[in-house]
């Protein structure tokens, strides 16, 4: 991993700091519903705390119009939570861009920061007057590390001093180590509604793992080309020769992906319609697929018993409705007793590892989502770049300062 600059390495003491961190959370009626990211950022601030900085905290939430305000969008509920771990009153400041008062050792959250017209655009002005209300700008937001926006990439370029956050550093050796140094076999696990979302990661990945196991929508895309009825279920009509090509493929590279021998359908896609276990060969043209059978789980838990490395990202199946959750559970527990090095990441599968009570068992739960994916990938995320650039001035300003 490259190297980057610490909190450990710098004198916080009467600075303010300003850090970015993924408070993107479920919501609902003015309630955080699952507080994993936030409580993920608690060593963070408390490290920074300790050193005797004030902190202003930015993040992002949901998706509003760019330049207006939007209740239903604000990050009130979060400032709530972070106040009860930390317990200190951390206050939401809506006009935070031309500056902020404030007390020594205080925390500020700032109000979403999708509500300034230039974030999403990387603006430099933003960027420049983000980095003008610190003395030490810290990323620690892993799961938007992929995007180039204001407070993920502009902010470190003017930024006096530009720092990795623990659990920015943290997901990067854990991500390194699961896919740049994993023990053998390695099953990864990716579901999701579409494979034109995650196309270029079961490519990537058919060429790496043993087994690859496909779900959700995904796995009905894959069920076409292999010849078999899918009814109304959700998948791609264009991309099935695409998957049929993918399997061959993995083949070639001595990845196998096994895939359903039974499902679980429903004829309405909602909470209340009646689940039914029928043998894949025996799917009608008005049945949705809406997760694996009890047949399925079954094999894919003896594959999983095998495995050293697995990494997961997306639930088998429509795990919210209980009825549709069995193979997600039935998966999640498989990986939680598993003795292989595991790590999961992105907000679906978040969630189920929540509903199913396996946090503690998952070698590594990342928070990202998007950045998740595209480190499988390989990509470059260019927010840990500009981090890179500015460890390299800072190293050189340091090595300056000493002779």
């Known amino acids: 991993m490259s190297v980057l600059v610490k909190i450990a390495d710098l004198d916080l003491s009467g600075k303010t700091v300003l850090i970015r961190e993924d408070y993107n959370v479920p919501i609902k009626d003015g309630v955080v519903t699952s507080d994993v990211r936030i409580r993920a950022t608690l060593p963070t601030l408390k490290q920074v705390l300790e050193a005797g900085a004030k902190i202003i905290l930015v993040s992002h939430f949901g998706r509003p119009v760019a330049g207006k305000y939007n209740d239903a969008f604000s990050l009130a509920p979060v400032a709530k939570c972070l106040s009860d771990f930390l317990e200190v ?6 006009d935070w861009v031309d500056g902020i008062d404030m007390e020594d050792h205080q925390v500020v959250l700032c109000e979403n920061v999708r509500f300034e017209a230039g974030e999403t655009k990387n603006d430099d002005e933003l960027a420049r007057k983000m980095a003008q209300l610190c003395q030490v700008y810290i990323n620690d937001a892993f799961a938007t590390a ?5 407070s993920t990439h502009g902010v470190a370029k003017y930024a006096a ?7 920015l550093i943290n997901e990067l050796k854990s991500l390194s180590k699961a896919l740049r140094e994993p023990a053998q076999p390695i099953i990864a696990i990716v579901g999701g509604a579409k494979v034109s979302s995650k196309l270029t990661v079961l490519e990537t990945l058919s060429e790496k793992v043993d087994q690859l196991i496909v779900g959700g929508g995904i796995v009905n895309t894959f069920l076409k080309a292999a010849g078999y009825e899918v009814g109304k279920s959700l998948y791609e009509p264009d991309l099935i020769e695409t998957a049929s090509k993918l399997i061959k493929q993995a083949e070639e590279n001595g990845c196998q992906i096994p895939l359903p021998v039974d499902v679980i359908c429903g004829k309405e896609f909602n909470e209340n319609t009646k689940a039914v276990t029928k043998s894949i060969n025996d799917v009608e043209a008005d049945d949705m697929i809406m997760d694996v059978g009890p047949e399925t789980s079954k094999q894919l838990n003896e594959i999983i018993a095998k495995a050293k490395t697995i990494v997961w990202n997306g639930p088998l199946g429509v795990f919210e409705f209980d009825q549709f959750s069995q193979g997600t559970e039935s998966l999640a527990k498989a990986i939680a007793n598993s003795e292989a090095y595991s790590i999961a990441g992105g907000g679906d599968t978040i969630a189920a590892i929540s509903k199913f009570d396996v946090e503690d068992k998952i070698s590594y739960i990342s928070t990202g989502g998007g950045a998740f994916l595209e480190f499988l990938e390989g990509k470059k995320l260019p927010a840990v770049d500009i981090l890179e650039e500015a460890a390299r ?3 050189a300003m340091e090595k300056a300062r000493e002779l």
């Open 146 to 150: 992929h995007r180039a926006q204001a």
């Open 161 to 167: 001093v530009s720092a990795a956050g623990p659990l």
């Open 393 to 395: 001035a800072w190293t």
């Open 89 to 94: 009153d951390v206050p939401v400041i809506k």
